[in-house]
């Protein structure tokens, strides 16, 4: 017989422990909007640039006649994956070993820095080189490094444009969206060593500043950091895809690769690459094929880093998991065509989500990962009510992620979670009301009071708050003096009804002639 | 055919024209309508704001007042308010509801149509012999579009009106910034989105901007009433209503035009 082992309480999952990495701003999404929407500049270029990645995205979908087929298969393979996570992991780990990788487990972002971190000071540099990643990105891996005097390179163009001017990215793909080719030039002339003081607003001129300076580190640094966007559980192979060529130095050149990975990247075959490789760019950047896609099993003797090492990462993944309908979000590919189609986006901007992951995606991944706090002002409580629910979103998704339903899911379990609020209050109020027809029909009349605040052209300028932001651009027209049931229950709701069945019989009988009359 | 009219918390109070209108079309189609007095609201705004405990009472209610098997069809002139029905009250009552709500809500699920897609359909009309002689933009809505997919049902009903004068509206699949509470609680956002469409709007010359929802129109129409735009705003079932013998007057303020 075996002794019964204790296995503790059971407890929902932790969360990103508050105060950590990026998955919280710094005050509410309609506060930092208000700033955002000012931005005349930030406006016209992320109108331009959403219009113009949005055609090339429905260029690239249209063409193929089983994009919708390839959608319900990458579906089916998130899901499966998020259904059986653990085995897929552990299967990943194992392959990963054998292959001569180090697979190293982070609790949260903080467990991920320090890994890192310690794995960089192993080797004896003070510098890494890294390929774009959200997922540090996420838990600030270039903040804490440079905390413990490790200097890290962003080599992706846009990365380098948004670490060089001290800014923060703005979108998942394109994280310096925000900014065009003048503010850039400024930014290089400030921030790249030596860089010509001519160096005029040329994309190609730009990014052959970057290219002659990123040259040099990628020559004589030692470590890179990457992200990875599939770890394929049944081979141990890792996968970047990217444009540029800077991730395929990155993963070649240095000695020692480390690499920070969402547990949920996990893809269960090596087949299923076969539809995401499909998905991904034709979604993200609508190209039918990015120009990189590097793979990589391990180490190999003689051929690329002779140091390989895997952080497999949770930081709330788990949590959200533990979600059933929530769980959904983990499917993201993060390939950005949410942010391209949002409306909401395009209006506010990137930062206005405080997050590593902006857009309708990122207002449904950051609380699910960092959670939602009952106080009044947590940004993240303000992220869900940050979409119109108008369904663009779930149309562009590579993945079938039905957002607006987890919108509508992550509003619901905040206000369960929140205690009384004038806001819960006036809802139940207004469910007592609509759910009493007698009630209902009383309001009804004493809204036509309305008419008595509204002025004598009909219309109502000004509401006091909470309604006060509607009226300022929007006028509300006054009640009118009889609703439809009471036009209905008149006589002349009557007799309209019965001079239009009159008029239609009438014009029915015309029409058919008068052989069909009878029928 | 029994047809059973919902007419909207919003249409019944604030906007009776579209829903009259809606109500004089179907009869001239030779249709028997229903109106159960004790209908109030859908309780979509309680569940896209996050609340769904408070709406299981409209919910039922819903489910109850239409459940009648006589009733072969409910419709009514709202595409957010039949997507409510349809996509959200299954959801609130597999939540907080019992066995008889869940089996009431499938039941009238099944036979929930906006005005546009019961008109294309399940009737199987296109033109209902209108004449609306003005030019004329129409605005998809999100939930039409996007939940309910009714696609081109509302142009084609627009396109066999006579005399009209129909103009596409540059971006029209773009969200005109309603979303319900979104307008109160993201009101600088959602104004954004508003100019945006206000400015495709009046750049048709259109006389008047439909859609298929008054939220959507009470939204574009306080705007453009606001910035004292010539374009009004007026429901496709009141132009689809609009004949020789009884036409569609014009309004001279376009807040006038979306009652």
Known sequence: MSTPTYLGMPALPPR?????????GDRTFPRAAHDELRNGQLRRNLGKATHTIRAKRLAVTGELPDWEALRDAGSAIKTDTMN????????????VTEAGGTVHWARDGAEANDIVTRLVQQTGSDEVIKVKSMATQEIGLNEHLADQG?????????ELI?????????????????????????????????????????PAHLAAAARAYLREKFLTTPVAVSGANFGIAETGTLSVVESEGNGRMCLTLPDTLITVMGIEKVLPRYADLEVFLQLLPRSST?????????????????????????VLLDNGRTAALADRIGRQALNCIRCSACLNVCPVYERAGGHAYGSTYPGPIGAVVTPQLAGMDV???????????????CGACYDACPVKIDIPSLLVELRHQHTEATGRTAEKLAMKAAAAVMGRPGVYRAAQKAAGLGRVVAGRDGKISHLPPPFNGWSDSRDTPAPPKRSFRAWLASAEGASALRAAAEEGA??????????EEEQ | MRIGLFATCLGDTLFPDAVRATAVLLARLGHELVFPPDQTCCGQMHVNTGYQREPVPLVRGFAEQFGDPSIEAVVMPSGSCAGSVRHQHGIVAERYGDAALRAGVATVQAKTYELSEFLVDVL???????????????????????LLRVGEKPLRLLRAVEDIDLVELPEADACCGFGGTFAVKNAETSSAMLADKMRHVTGTGAAVCTAGDSSCLMHIGGGLSRIEAGTRTLHLAQILASTRTSPYVLPSTPLEATR
């Open chain 1, 84 to 95: 059986r996570l653990p085995e897929l992991l552990e299967q990943l780990e194992a392959k």
């Open chain 2, 124 to 146: 199987g009309v296109t033109d209902i012999g209108a004449y609306f002689p003005h030019r004329v933009t129409y605005h998809p809505t999100c939930h039409s579009l996007r």
């Open chain 1, 506 to 515: 009438r014009t029915r009988t015309e029409a058919d002639g008068p052989d």
């Open chain 1, 162 to 202: 948004v670490q060089l001017a001290d800014d923060k990215p703005s979108h998942i793909l394109v994280p310096a969206i925000h900014r065009n080719r003048d503010e850039i030039r400024e930014i290089f002339r400030a921030g790249i060593p030596g860089v010509d003081p001519e160096l005029d607003s040329v």
């Open chain 1, 286 to 310: 609508g190209e039918r094929m990015n120009p990189y896609t590097s793979l990589w099993t391990g180490v190999t003797p003689g051929d690329g880093p002779q140091n390989f090492h895997l």
């Open chain 1, 16 to 24: 990103s422990p508050y105060g950590t990495g990026n998955l919280r």
């Open chain 1, 150 to 158: 490790i200097k890290a390179h962003e080599t992706d163009l846009a």
């Open chain 1, 375 to 389: 106080s009044a002002d947590d940004p993240n409580s303000s992220l869900p009510y940050a979409s119109t629910l």
